[in-house]
């Protein structure tokens, strides 16, 4: 019992933002709403109690209960497998001892990992809560409130958006906007890896691909820096924002950049999540560059010239070549009625409203074209 | 492998020193010396059943020994073409060696040298195993022993499809209405067939094309290695040619992605194959050819092809005993 109370104590002591997070999710698995407050309390109750009541004891067994699924929970965050202490495997014995854990948490794992369309093109990501929190990387995510679509490994497409971001970390959030419960992976938040230590990749290298699934890749923690892991598995474009985990199936750390050479793959360590966590679930944009630009008022480019007309709306002289208004479609003599649902009526107030928006942001046109109503969505581009 | 897509990744900026970090030695990384230790079972098994493929003193390849009669697969596209071919087993150099068949769908080309007592491998009863299952292949060697890689089967089999779609190897004229040759790209196909500059495409296996866009559909299904039965005109006269098709992203090769180039020396054949195992082995494209072992030593599959960064292609064991047969009746009718 003592390790129990043990572990759990220090769960609470260290929780923060994600653990709440953390602890809702089993506050629901139980149908209860006491736990998060109240556990330590009990758990006092328990060891002192000398004669119980029957109704005590049915209340008490759900909280024992509970606590040793907490508790096997605890110990897979802090289990080390043996091999990690052998400074290389020694035997086949410990070549099993990593291939046996791989195998075994592969399947969680894998659920969990995503892929992240954005802008024509993807990245990956790893479900952290059955309610659909993804972490990723900042240079995948590229700004906050972004819409994004978020790929299951079955090839389930879903609604999502960018939450916040660490631009000088490479560190960022995704909200999953579509209600459900999802596959999620634990994450390591004892910070027990250690330089050395035998680590597995996922991710969806090159972009989603059903047949092929994510892609596996096993190596060994290289080298270890503040705000940066560096491992051998070979990571590559479309891998960016994907988890890496340590034998046990914890997430430790996110796909970040590459080296020219093969064996240079950098990660973001979770702790650098769990620094940020509040404010990036705030939808914050934290720090400057150079993995996230904060966007600039005013700089989005449309590419279009209009004039008023006195039934109402715009009527579009031309459109610029190349630019995203053509790009999405839109023609000479459209009628401009809606720009993200507010009623066009001159051009100087068209523009105004663009200038309170930024490169990226998503904007809806409503138009009409020879008396028919057509709506266009697309990015604004870069001025 | 989508063309068309833009991929999300960061390049490193600065890997400089960073203040109290600490770095494994070399040694005790995946790929290093103490690690590569742990499989010595396996490296005496490529030992004796992997064959070195030279161009003169140079590698070029590995290959399956899977006779002792001196029977050898290998990666067909990968052989030298000077005509300086050796072989090494083991500590053996075999300097007469003769190319019998080739399967130009799986790239794959059987050799013979002259020997009693070469040890074949020993198949796996199946390439169906988990992910994270360990796997070994041959790594750079040195002259007279083989060092090997490990790594983990680390995505579903399934076909690789040919990247960009099949094709002869032509340029077309922009301006003809009909399939007209302008030009005729190096070592492809239509090269082989001496394909030349003004022919006009008028059927491809018995089927009418009268224009462009008839071409791209009647090839769009191909595979690669396979041959199409095309009707030309060529100076007002029909002449008929068989092609090989090959992948058009292979084909023409000048437009280097940022996947590619970040995937060091990967293989030029790399599409294509009709079902692969896949594994995360750091190989090049010049240590491919030689088996794929589990930990037990037996050979899963035959590395074909290193795609990039994060993915290497195997021919799998149950399609590789059906090729080596195939083959050899070929090759001893």
């Known amino acids: 019992m003592s390790w129990m109370v043990g572990s759990l104590r220090g769960l609470i002591g260290s929780m923060d933002g994600f653990l709440a997070q953390h602890t809702r999710d089993v506050k629901v698995g139980n149908g209860s709403d006491y736990f998060a407050s109240g556990c330590i309390h009990e758990l006092h109750e328990i060891s002192n109690a000398r004669s119980l009541q029957s109704q005590q004891i049915m209340r008490h067994t759900r909280i024992i209960s509970l606590l040793l699924s907490l508790g096997c929970w605890g110990m897979a965050a802090n289990e080390r497998l043996a091999v990690n202490d052998h400074k290389a495997p020694e035997n086949r014995q410990d070549l099993e001892m990593i291939q046996n854990a791989v195998r075994t948490s592969l399947p969680k794992a894998r659920a969990a990992t995503v892929c992240i369309e954005i802008k024509g093109g993807s990245g990956s990501g790893v479900i952290v809560s059955p309610d659909g929190l993804v972490l990723t990387a900042a240079h995948v995510a590229t700004g906050v409130k972004q819409k994004v679509t978020v790929v299951l490994e079955d090839g389930k497409r879903l609604k999502a958006e960018t939450l916040g971001l660490v631009a000088d970390r490479d560190a960022a959030m995704v909200r999953i906007t579509e209600k459900g419960t999802y596959p ?35 190596g060994r923690l290289v080298r270890i820096a503040d705000s940066t892991f560096q491992s051998d598995c070979m990571v590559i474009g479309g891998d960016s924002g994907g988890p890496l985990f340590n034998l046990a199936g914890n997430l430790i750390a996110i796909h970040s950049r590459v080296g020219a050479q093969m064996q240079v793959n950098m990660h973001v360590p979770t702790a650098v999540f769990m620094d940020y966590w509040d404010k990036m679930l705030a939808a914050e944009f934290i720090g400057e560059g150079p993995y996230a630009e904060r966007p600039v008022k005013g700089n989005g480019f449309l590419g279009l010239a209009t004039d008023a007309r006195p039934k109402g709306g715009l009527s579009v002289t031309k459109v610029g070549h190349g630019s995203p208004a053509e790009v999405a479609g839109i023609r000479e003599r459209d009628v401009l009625l809606k720009l993200n649902q507010v009623q066009l009526e001159t051009r100087e107030q068209m523009q105004d409203l663009l200038k309170e928006m930024s490169a990226g942001d998503e904007i809806i046109l409503e138009t009409e074209r020879g008396g028919k109503p057509k709506t266009f969505t697309f990015n604004l581009g870069e001025r | 492998m989508n063309a068309n897509r833009i991929w999300v990744i960061a390049f ?162 922009v301006k003809s209405k009909v399939p007209q040759v302008e030009a005729v790209q190096q070592k492809s196909g239509a090269e082989e067939a001496g394909l030349q500059k003004d022919d006009v495409i008028l059927s491809v296996d018995g089927k009418r094309i009268e224009k462009v866009t008839e071409l791209n559909d009647a090839l769009k299904d191909g595979k690669v290695g396979n041959l199409v039965h095309l009707l030309l005109r060529r100076k007002g006269e029909e002449v008929s040619v068989d092609v090989r098709l090959a992948a058009r992203a292979e084909l023409f090769t000048d437009q280097m992605d940022r996947n590619d180039q970040m995937s060091g020396d990967f293989s030029t054949r790399r599409s294509g194959f009709p079902r692969v195992l896949q594994h995360d082995i750091l190989g090049s494209r010049t240590v491919q050819g030689g088996p794929l072992l589990d930990l037990d030593g037996r050979c899963i599959g035959m590395n074909i092809a290193r795609a990039n960064r994060s993915e290497s292609f195997a021919i799998p064991v149950e399609e590789l005993k059906g090729l080596a047969e195939r083959l050899m009746k070929q090759a001893k009718p």
Do not use: C, M
């Open chain 1, 184 to 218: 999620f992976v634990e994450i390591d938040r004892e910070a027990s890896t250690q330089l050395g230590d035998w680590v597995f990749a996922l991710g969806h290298s090159g972009g989603f691909d059903q047949e092929r699934g994510s892609v596996v890749r096993l």
């Open chain 2, 12 to 173: 490193a900026g600065l890997i400089g020193t960073v203040q109290g970090q600490q770095s494994l030695e070399s040694s005790y990384r995946t790929t290093g010396n103490a690690v590569v230790a742990a499989f010595e079972a396996q490296r005496q098994v490529l030992q004796h059943s992997s064959a070195v493929i030279l161009d003169g003193r140079k590698e070029t390849g590995y290959g399956v020994v899977i006779s002792a009669d001196g029977y050898i697969l290998t990666k067909a596209s990968e052989l030298p073409k000077s005509g300086d071919l050796a072989v090494t087993v083991d500590q053996t150099n075999y300097h007469e060696v003769k190319v019998f068949a080739e399967d130009l769908v799986w790239d794959v080309a059987l050799l013979k040298i002259d020997s009693k007592d070469l040890i074949p491998v020993d198949y796996a009863p199946t390439s169906d195993v988990l992910q994270g299952t360990w796997v070994v292949a041959n790594g750079v060697t040195s002259r007279t022993t083989r060092r090997l890689l490990a790594g983990i089967v680390s995505a579903k089999s399934r076909e690789i499809p040919a990247s960009g779609g099949a094709a002869l190897g032509v340029i077309l004229k």
